[in-house]
């Protein structure tokens, strides 16, 4: 391919030739060939690129924002001409990174290190690796790929919050231990029968006290030695900036970390419709994939999940991660409060204010990680 430069000798030369011929200037003509000759000596150079052999592998191939990511580069120089080494590029979603590959005689090798950005998260696509050759004068460039095509996944940031056991072990029957008949099974509500309810968990004296109803009533308990947590992401766009939605993601990835750290079963759920874990779930890889890849999704309804969540299986904490919570959804989080021990609203705000106070819920609220981790290290141990 021509560069501009390239393509206006061409042509200049192309007009003095013809001018030569016609006008029978000989030094028109002689100015003419040596500058054709001068472009087709510029595109015999890049005719034959040296034979590279480009093997990358990236390592670890799945970060947290903002921690190391390499690609490894084995060069090797397969042809019998020295390859006087070039400095290629790296495209990587939105950008590209250089790399400055080495001079390499024959059959030598070498190994190259070339760091990837990892500020964004989500899935991103790195692909082959370009080298734009030249000849001296820039009269003619060429553009070859070497490596395939990799996948780098950048998870959320993990913030540092506390477990969740820590607190989420106690009961209104007070403390149970190993003399406990029912081990750690203590008593949490009387509640009605829902489809998937465990039939032995019916409680015949309270619905006899309901006949009339015609409605069931289930004995429902915790065990409280694994605190079943469910964590719900609000991915409404209209509560969030740019900066708090990324701040939200990384608060509910570091909700879901701080439940393995005190290896409480979690589920995660959002209101783009994502649903993973349950109550014997303790994986955590497919969460945080998943939050990796959330986007905002401007139909989400966060009381339509709220009501999905209520038609299941209790536990010790809910977890709201949201924005600017809107009018309707605090009355519709503190309703939940029959159905867990604890509601926790977790509200990233765009810029510091006093907390308020909601009747049946648990606010941590922050405008930076430094807050939201200060708000939720004092929540939790209450």
């Known amino acids: 391919m021509f560069t501009r430069l390239g393509w206006s000798l061409l042509a200049t030369s192309v007009v003095l030739i013809v001018a030569g011929v016609v ?7 002689a100015m003419g060939t040596v500058g054709a000759v001068v472009v087709g000596v510029a595109a015999l150079y890049l005719i034959r690129p040296a034979d590279l052999r480009i093997e990358r592998r990236i390592a670890p191939d799945r970060v947290a924002k903002g921690e190391l990511a390499i690609a490894h580069l084995n060069v090797r120089n397969r042809s019998r001409r020295l390859f006087p ?10 950008t590209s990174i250089e790399v400055e590959l080495p001079r390499l005689r024959r059959a030598e090798s070498d190994l190259r290190t070339a760091v990837l950005p990892t500020d964004q998260r989500g899935r991103h696509e790195v692909g082959p690796v370009v080298l734009e ?3 001296p004068f820039r009269l003619v460039q060429a553009e070859r790929r070497y490596a395939g095509t990799d996948e780098l996944l950048v998870l ?29 099974m203590v008593f949490h ?5 829902v489809p998937g309810d465990d039939v032995r968990r019916i409680h015949w ?4 006290k309901v006949a009339h109803t015609g409605q069931l009533i289930v004995r429902q308990d915790i065990d409280e030695a694994q605190p079943y947590v469910v964590v719900l992401v609000d991915l409404r766009p209209q509560g969030y900036s740019q900066a708090t939605f990324e701040l939200a993601v990384d608060a509910a990835a570091s909700v879901v970390h701080a439940a393995s750290l005190g290896r409480a079963p979690f589920a995660v759920r ?9 109550p014997s779930n303790h994986a955590t890889a497919p969460a945080m994939e998943a939050l990796a890849l959330a986007e905002p999704t401007p139909e989400a309804d966060l009381g339509t999940d709220l009501r999905a969540i209520r038609r299941l299986p209790g536990g010790a904490a809910l977890v709201v991660v949201t ?9 519709a989080m503190t309703g939940m409060r029959g159905k867990f021990q604890r509601v926790m609203l977790l509200s990233v705000l765009p810029e510091p204010r006093p907390p308020q106070v909601y009747s049946g819920l648990t606010l941590v609220q922050g405008a930076d990680e430094e807050q939201l981790s200060s708000a939720w290290n004092v929540a939790i141990r209450r």
Do not use: C, H
């Open 133 to 135: 050759r030249t000849d």
């Open 156 to 184: 959320p940031k993990i913030l540092p919050f506390r477990a969740v056991r820590s607190t989420l072990t106690r009961s209104v029957d007070g403390s149970t231990d190993d003399t406990n008949p029912n081990g750690t």
């Open 205 to 208: 004296p309270s619905t006899a």
């Open 189 to 193: 509500q009387m509640r009605e029968y």
């Open 270 to 278: 959002t209101t783009g419709g994502v649903a993973l874990g349950g």
């Open 85 to 94: 080494g070039e400095l290629g590029r790296q495209p990587i979603g939105d």
């Open 323 to 331: 924005g600017v919570p809107a009018d309707g959804d605090i009355p």
């Open 23 to 29: 006008l029978f200037w000989p030094p028109l003509l």
